[in-house]
């Protein structure tokens, strides 16, 4: 049997079609992970913070674990001077969760009234403190899991109480954290946890259990959001982050 041909209006309208059809768009490559820097730079960098503070410390003012886990709470959307503002006045009423619970929620308002979000932060701190007696004896627990669980507690809430009342070297990130992580490159990521992790992965053990403090103070004080203060930076040396800023000029 012959070959079927293919007639000429049917060959038009296969010419067609394929002209018509859309080239197909090149693949996108996946864009780089940015390099972190080498171990030997990092163990430098925490050196250097080691030398310069030993032991830092936090700026929330606190007696004891609970009047720190408060502190954290209300410190959400608020600077640690108006949190300590308030709390100032809180503590000297109520620093326990009993006291705190038989305050009221009223009345808590009525202390924190000054930092942001303060009707709901006072519904978390009653709640809290009820759950910590429930289920905890009045103690706070020294547990992820379980700070997780209580009201206005988070992953960054948590990791602070741990490390601070605990001494456990788990890393807090804030925005202040998160800025340092990616400018550095110590933990580029596109999330909290991603520099949580990164860090936890990268920051030698001799350092972890101060890491948290050092990076937290250096992006508050010196790799400040708008203009970082490189000519002070301690570490303005082995950073990548360009373009550094320079010394104003003298007048």
Request: glycine share 6%.
């Amino acid at each position: 049997m012959p070959p079927r041909q293919t007639s000429p209006r049917a060959a038009a309208r296969k010419s067609a079609t394929a002209r018509k059809a859309p080239a197909k768009a090149p693949a996108h490559r996946k864009a780089a992970a940015p390099e972190r820097l080498p171990p030997a730079v990092v163990e430098e960098m925490f050196r250097r913070f080691h030398a310069r503070d030993p032991e830092p410390r936090g700026e929330l003012e606190h007696v004891d674990p609970y009047t720190l886990l408060v502190a954290v709470v209300l410190s959400a959307q608020a600077t640690d001077v108006g949190v300590n503002k308030a709390t100032r006045r809180l503590y000297a009423e109520a620093a326990t969760p009993e006291a705190m619970v038989a305050l009221g929620e009223e009345r808590v308002r009525e202390h924190i009234r000054t930092i942001g979000l303060y009707r709901a932060k006072a519904k978390n701190v009653i709640a809290l403190s009820e759950r910590l007696i429930a289920e905890h004896g009045g103690a706070v627990p020294p547990s992820r899991a379980a700070l997780e669980l209580l009201p206005g507690v988070g992953r960054k809430t948590a990791n602070v109480v741990l490390n601070v009342a605990f001494g456990e070297p788990t890393i807090a990130v804030d925005t202040h954290l998160f800025r340092v992580g990616n400018r550095t490159r110590l933990a580029p990521g596109r999330t909290p946890l991603e520099v949580e992790l990164g860090l936890e992965a990268v920051v030698p053990d001799a350092y972890r259990r101060h890491a948290h403090h050092w990076l937290i103070l250096h992006g508050r004080y010196v790799c400040k959001a708008r203009k970082p203060d490189c000519p002070s930076c301690l570490i303005a040396d082995l950073c990548p982050f360009e373009p550094k800023t320079t010394a104003s000029p003298v007048a």
